[in-house]
């Protein structure tokens, strides 16, 4: 076979504990009488739910540039790497093979040729692991690699192109019998994952005598893919490192999976139009956001007087617990739509019975009527759009989203003590002025990860 392979060795592996990332560091790796130092870029931080990137630069001039498609995903959604290796000089770098990996991996295969058509380099391996690691723990834990000898093609130099991750090979291997130099090729490649990876797991089943359970990355039309456990709510630390010394090491949270409940057209009033969604967005770091919208499902303007026909009570204002459809409380205004959390299994038929949660940090102080919400007389809703305007006494007042939305970990007790959300069911009903109610659950379970959905039987 084409592949240009270093051989490592098989032994155990052992898992480390995970703990918050570092933000750089100066490691020094050796491999015979090759010893270089590198200044390792590691992600300090969770950035959203947008991509990412970092690169490391070794004294040899090569910089591994790393990104991912997204640091935050939920629950269902793949993760994808990509991975390239550059010269930063301004003049053509010639490269000996280093074999200075900092630690073992799967190894991914970075050049045109890993498709069968010729010379195939392998300089960079990965890993997915599940937790929040620093370089260091990687390089403690993953010192055991796979057996890749019976694929193994020496290489002896890749020569870089000026300011660029175009490359030669050059090397002496089967099938060519001489030395060799093929390409140029752009040093780059990527892979997807819906998980992580066991890599205990994996070395026990790997059989190289038979290049069985040896996984490869990037060699198309290889179906090398590690097996991976798919992806739950948690942090995960996806890694790679080339063989002159670089590494990168990004983050990872997986949310779970969004849940959506709605009502239908108030049937009392069907002409009113509007249609109430209620949405729990569950994080991995133990928070939940909850929003409540009405829309207008007609194509045109929608005029709708003020209504006041509360399923549940919408807080009282300037009190020091207001607990009702309005999760701020205080003297903020509520809007069309509501929003309350109760602790326990509810339903429609004994919500009115249960006593809402305290969502935001009780206040206590008077309302008096030139800070009190003025009288409205109606709403203009946009046409299928939660956008309206108000009307006080017909005339103009300004323009609004019908929607409540509020980001918590907990409720605030009477005492004005933050607790957070116990294991257990909790309900959250949403409902508005002209009666519209729907209603949705949120799971804690002991070790503090939430999950929701419309099926959430009670505890007992």
């Known amino acids: ?35 270089s130092t590198v200044n390792t870029v590691v992600a300090s931080k969770i950035y959203g739910g947008f991509p990412i990137s970092n690169a490391s630069t070794s004294e040899d ?33 010639d490269v000996p093979v280093a074999n200075a990996y900092p630690f073992q991996g799967v190894m991914m295969a970075m050049s045109p040729g890993c498709g069968g058509t010729g010379a195939c380099l392998v300089p960079a391996m990965a890993v997915v692991l599940s937790g929040n690691f620093t370089l260091q723990e990687i390089e403690a834990s993953r010192t055991a690699g796979f057996n890749y ?29 001489t030395n060799i130099t093929r390409g140029p090729y752009e040093i780059t490649t990527n892979f997807t994952t819906a998980g992580s990876w066991n890599f205990t797991q994996m070395l026990e089943q790997a059989q190289p005598s038979i290049d069985l359970g040896i996984p490869l990355l990037g060699a198309s039309p290889c179906d090398c893919s590690p097996p991976f456990a798919p992806f739950v709510p948690s942090v995960y630390t996806i890694a790679v490192a080339d063989e002159w010394g670089a590494a990168v090491v990004l983050h990872v949270v997986v949310d779970p999976q969004v849940a959506y409940g709605q009502s239908q057209i108030d049937e009392s009033n069907p ?16 928070n939940l956001t909850m929003t409540a919208t009405d829309v207008n499902t007609f194509d045109s303007f929608n005029k709708i007087s003020k209504g006041d026909d509360w399923r549940y009570p919408p807080g009282i204002p300037g009190s020091a617990s207001s607990s009702g459809f309005n999760p701020f409380g205080g003297c903020d205004a509520t809007t069309p739509p509501g929003l309350a959390v109760f602790q326990g299994h509810f339903d429609l038929s004994n919500i009115t019975s249960a006593k809402a949660l305290a969502l935001v940090e009780p206040r206590v102080y008077m309302c008096t009527t030139t800070n009190a919400p003025p009288k409205l007389t109606y709403y203009t809703f946009y046409p299928n759009s939660a956008e309206y305007a108000d009307y006080i006494g017909g005339a103009f007042y300004a323009n609004y989203t019908a929607s409540v939305s509020i980001s918590i970990g907990g409720f605030w007790t009477g005492n004005f003590a933050f607790r957070a959300f116990t294991p257990g069911v909790y309900t959250v009903l949403a409902g508005d002025e002209w009666g519209d109610v729907t209603m949705l659950y949120f799971a804690v379970s002991d070790n503090g990860t939430i999950s929701a959905g419309s099926g959430l039987e009670p505890t007992t």
Do not use: C, K
């Not at 060795?9 to 491999?31: E, F, K, R």
């Open 61 to 93: 001039g090569l910089s591994l540039t790393v990104g991912i498609n997204a640091s935050r995903i939920i629950q269902g959604e793949t993760i994808r790497v990509s991975a390239s290796i550059g010269n930063t000089l301004s003049a053509t770098n």
């Open 149 to 177: 000898s019976s694929w193994q093609v020496t290489v002896d130099h890749v020569i870089f192109q000026p300011d660029s991750d175009q490359a030669n090979i050059t090397g002496f291997g089967i099938p060519y019998g």
């Open 1 to 35: 076979m084409g592949y240009s392979f270093v051989t490592l060795a098989n032994d155990s592996h052992s898992q480390s504990s995970s703990s918050i990332p570092g933000s750089s560091v100066q490691s020094t790796h050796s491999a015979g009488e090759n010893t």
């Open 271 to 286: 002409s009113n139009g509007l249609e109430l969604a209620l949405e729990i967005h569950p994080s991995a770091d133990g």
